[in-house]
């Protein structure tokens, strides 16, 4: 495998590299599950909001034409 570098926060990596080292477990594995995690999943809200999304866009509307129309009425 191929040695990548990447930009992260040196207390980010110190604190991670220390839970890992506590855990016995290698950081280049976590990196790379969690990597896959997120290109090979589905986010869990995406559905969730795309169906909430479609019962707003079905709602009841009601049209107050133009602005001017809202200004009138709403003033």
């Not at 110190?14 to 594995?29: A, L």
């Amino acid at each position: 495998m191929p040695l990548k570098t990447f930009n992260v926060e040196e207390d980010a990596y110190e604190r991670y590299s220390e839970f890992c080292k506590e855990n016995g477990i290698s950081m280049s594995n976590q990196i790379n599950t969690f990597i896959k995690a997120q290109i090979e999943t589905e986010p869990k809200i995406r559905e969730e909001y795309l169906r909430k999304l479609d019962i707003i866009r079905k709602g009841k509307f009601i049209k107050i034409g133009t602005y001017k129309d809202f200004e009138k009425r709403y003033r």
